[in-house]
């Protein structure tokens, strides 16, 4: 039990730095667009601290030589950097540091208290197997209208933009109503956003393909009781794969032999199977 | 090789904030415009700054810098109130609050800008379809002679009176300069016709100071009153500036 909350309690913490670290970030900026500034604390927008700002202006950057507007160089050296860490663990940026993740996750904790177990099983599998699609659908449309007007569309729609500037008046009615969307529907769906609209977590999503630490079963240990199942925010069902490849995983952990699966060395994330070398040391 | 939590969250910290503070330590973490707007690549005008890429974040000091344009002359165009802020201080941005209460189809913000540089530089420059330029933006484009007739017209035709914003808002909590509002549209000088009324009617401030003889100071400031201390006819200003605003 202690090495359960102990993963949570890890993953929280680092959560909960990146989301003050973003808050703080922003707050220095709209206090210096005021003219107050504040000691050791540099404000920056939050458009030139998303890496996702990096991405849209890719196409822009290589045919143009410049970035969108409101984009700068600390949006695409972020991009790489979180690219990396996707590289090397898949999605681990969406699971651990996306403030917006978070804040879906702090919410669906009223969503679990009031639904119990129906919690994030609510929609038809069916349904939600094909509306786990719609991201892809967002990131091209993204990335289409931005190469075309030059100009960062997604932030009119954008809830992690309204969460983080909603004091600012810089954030449209539709930016309001999708964070309104988002935390109405936390209520009763993990993580809806990264689930069926984010176009970051398409990309990185990605990753989970050629990822170099994956989430591995050992099939030989694993007593297929599906802890690890209900433990998945992204609703994967781990038990039935010996490595997960699915492109909604986050990298949070939760079904790891460190915190859901009630066996050691069964599930982790690993290069290579879980309990392997011992295996192969008994043979 | 495993990742545990612990490890997961080194990893995290260190790659992401490290390269973060790698980045910064080198000077490549840039968070903020450069301020110096792109080069026109080929044609005429190759090798000038892009009045295009003029961002919202730009002040008027910047937009000085790199086009030459004075922060003043763009005050002046956009009817902004220099007495309490310097001209240099005001961003490209701050027109779209400035303006936003005013209901009309369109709207004066960057692009706005982006448009009154380029035509003061002479060059053309395709503004979004909403973007609309101030009365006082239109008027110095044509004194200074870089407007055809019809451009000029156009212009005009879908410009903006700053006063109509100060009608409708609080003129203490934005930054226009405060025009009073009576008989804006007549274009009829009265007893209570200020300079500012007279700029936005059309008139520059070189052709009022022509006429006054010297510059003036506040230009909410009516011009009997102006007279009046300066012991000179109302009559005789009144009549000289009727005569140029109805040629307007």
Same mark, same amino acid.
């Not at chain 1, 969460?163 to 008046?169: A, E, I, Q």
């Not at chain 1, 989970?208 to 992204?234: E, V």
């Not at chain 2, 974040?57 to 922060?71: A, K, L, M, R």
């Given at each position: 039990?202690?090495?359960?909350?102990?993963?949570?309690?890890?993953?929280?913490?680092?959560?909960?730095?990146?989301?003050?670290?973003?808050?703080?970030?922003?707050?220095?900026?709209?206090?210096?667009?005021?003219?107050?500034?504040?000691?050791?604390?540099?404000?920056?927008?939050?458009?030139?601290?998303?890496?996702?700002?990096?991405?849209?202006?890719?196409?822009?950057?290589?045919?143009?030589?410049?970035?969108?507007?409101?984009?700068?160089?600390?949006?695409?050296?972020?991009?790489?950097?979180?690219?990396?860490?996707?590289?090397?663990?898949?999605?681990?940026?969406?699971?651990?540091?996306?403030?917006?993740?978070?804040?879906?996750?702090?919410?669906?904790?009223?969503?679990?208290?009031?639904?119990?177990?129906?919690?994030?099983?609510?929609?038809?599998?069916?349904?939600?197997?094909?509306?786990?699609? =719609?991201?892809?659908?967002?990131?091209?449309?993204?990335?289409?209208?931005?190469?075309?007007?030059?100009?960062?569309?997604?932030?009119?729609?954008?809830?992690?933009?309204?969460?983080?500037?909603?004091?600012?008046?810089?954030?449209?009615?539709?930016?309001?109503?999708?964070?309104?969307?988002?935390?109405?529907?936390?209520?009763?769906?993990?993580?809806?956003?990264?689930?069926?609209?984010?176009?970051?977590?398409?990309?990185?999503?990605?990753?989970?393909?050629?990822?170099?630490?994956?989430?591995?079963?050992?099939?030989?240990?694993?007593?297929?009781?599906?802890?690890?199942?209900?433990?998945?925010?992204?609703?994967?069902?781990?038990?039935?794969?010996?490595?997960?490849?699915?492109?909604?995983?986050?990298?949070?952990?939760?079904?790891?032999?460190?915190?859901?699966?009630?066996?050691?060395?069964?599930?982790?994330?690993?290069?290579?199977?879980?309990?392997?070398?011992?295996?192969?040391?008994?043979? | 090789?495993? =990742?545990?939590?612990?490890?997961?969250?080194?990893?995290?910290?260190?790659?992401?904030?490290?390269?973060?503070?790698?980045?910064?330590?080198?000077?490549?973490?840039?968070?903020?415009?450069?301020?110096?707007?792109?080069?026109?690549?080929?044609?005429?005008?190759?090798?000038?700054?892009?009045?295009?890429?003029?961002?919202?974040?730009?002040?008027?000091?910047?937009?000085?810098?790199?086009?030459?344009?004075?922060?003043?002359?763009?005050?002046?165009?956009?009817?902004?109130?220099?007495?309490?802020?310097?001209?240099?201080?005001?961003?490209?941005?701050?027109?779209?609050?400035?303006?936003?209460?005013?209901?009309?189809?369109?709207?004066?913000?960057?692009?706005?800008?982006?448009?009154?540089?380029?035509?003061?530089?002479?060059?053309?420059?395709?503004?979004?379809?909403?973007?609309?330029?101030?009365?006082?933006?239109?008027?110095?484009?044509?004194?200074?002679?870089?407007?055809?007739?019809?451009?000029?017209?156009?212009?005009?035709?879908?410009?903006?009176?700053?006063?109509?914003?100060?009608?409708?808002?609080?003129?203490?909590?934005?930054?226009?300069?405060?025009?009073?509002?009576?008989?804006?549209?007549?274009?009829?000088?009265?007893?209570?016709?200020?300079?500012?009324?007279?700029?936005?009617?059309?008139?520059?401030?070189?052709?009022?100071?022509?006429?006054?003889?010297?510059?003036?100071?506040?230009?909410?400031?009516?011009?009997?009153?102006?007279?009046?201390?300066?012991?000179?006819?109302?009559?005789?200003?009144?009549?000289?500036?009727?005569?140029?605003?109805?040629?307007?």
């Amino acid at each position: 039990m202690k090495k359960h909350s102990s993963v949570k309690l890890i993953r929280t913490a680092v959560q909960i730095v990146f989301f003050l670290l973003v808050f703080l970030v922003v707050i220095g900026h709209s206090l210096e667009e005021s003219g107050i500034s504040i000691p050791f604390l540099k404000g920056a927008s939050l458009h030139a601290i998303c890496p996702f700002g990096g991405v849209v202006t890719i196409y822009q950057y290589i045919t143009a030589g410049t970035f969108v507007q409101k984009i700068h160089e600390a949006s695409f050296y972020l991009m790489i950097i979180v690219f990396t860490t996707a590289i090397i663990a898949g999605p681990i940026f969406c699971g651990w540091v996306c403030p917006l993740g978070s804040f879906q996750e702090w919410i669906s904790y009223v969503g679990k208290r009031l639904f119990g177990k129906k919690y994030n099983h609510m929609i038809p599998k069916r349904l939600d197997s094909v509306l786990r699609y =719609l991201r892809y659908g967002v990131l091209l449309w993204v990335l289409v209208m931005t190469a075309v007007s030059a100009t960062l569309v997604f932030a009119a729609y954008d809830p992690y933009y309204a969460l983080f500037n909603f004091w600012t008046g810089e954030v449209s009615i539709t930016g309001f109503i999708a964070l309104g969307l988002v935390i109405i529907l936390s209520l009763f769906v993990e993580r809806p956003f990264c689930k069926y609209a984010c176009p970051y977590g398409a990309l990185l999503g990605i990753t989970n393909l050629f990822r170099i630490f994956s989430i591995r079963r050992n099939p030989h240990t694993c007593i297929s009781c599906g802890k690890c199942d209900n433990a998945c925010p992204m609703n994967i069902e781990v038990s039935t794969k010996s490595k997960v490849r699915d492109h909604q995983c986050i990298s949070c952990l939760a079904c790891t032999s460190e915190a859901a699966c009630p066996i050691a060395e069964t599930l982790e994330l690993n290069t290579s199977q879980p309990g392997k070398k011992e295996a192969s040391h008994e043979a | 090789m495993k =990742l545990n939590a612990k490890r997961t969250a080194a990893v995290l910290v260190v790659i992401i904030l490290g390269g973060i503070l790698i980045l910064m330590v080198s000077g490549l973490w840039i968070t903020e415009s450069s301020k110096v707007p792109v080069l026109i690549s080929e044609g005429e005008f190759a090798g000038m700054a892009d009045p295009g890429d003029i961002r919202g974040s730009y002040t008027f000091g910047d937009i000085e810098n790199s086009f030459d344009v004075p922060s003043t002359i763009l005050a002046q165009a956009f009817a902004l109130d220099t007495s309490e802020k310097n001209a240099k201080d005001y961003k490209a941005k701050d027109l779209e609050i400035f303006y936003e209460d005013l209901d009309i189809d369109g709207e004066v913000g960057t692009d706005s800008v982006r448009l009154f540089v380029a035509l003061y530089l002479g060059m053309s420059y395709e503004a979004e379809e909403t973007s609309l330029l101030p009365n006082p933006a239109v008027n110095i484009l044509r004194e200074k002679g870089v407007l055809s007739d019809e451009l000029f017209q156009s212009l005009k035709a879908k410009s903006v009176s700053p006063a109509a914003v100060v009608e409708l808002s609080d003129a203490s909590t934005v930054g226009i300069s405060q025009v009073h509002s009576s008989d804006s549209d007549e274009m009829l000088i009265k007893g209570k016709t200020t300079f500012a009324n007279l700029l936005d009617w059309g008139m520059t401030k070189t052709q009022i100071e022509e006429i006054i003889g010297k510059p003036y100071g506040s230009k909410s400031q009516t011009v009997r009153d102006f007279s009046l201390e300066n012991d000179v006819e109302f009559s005789e200003f009144k009549d000289a500036m009727q005569k140029i605003l109805d040629t307007l």
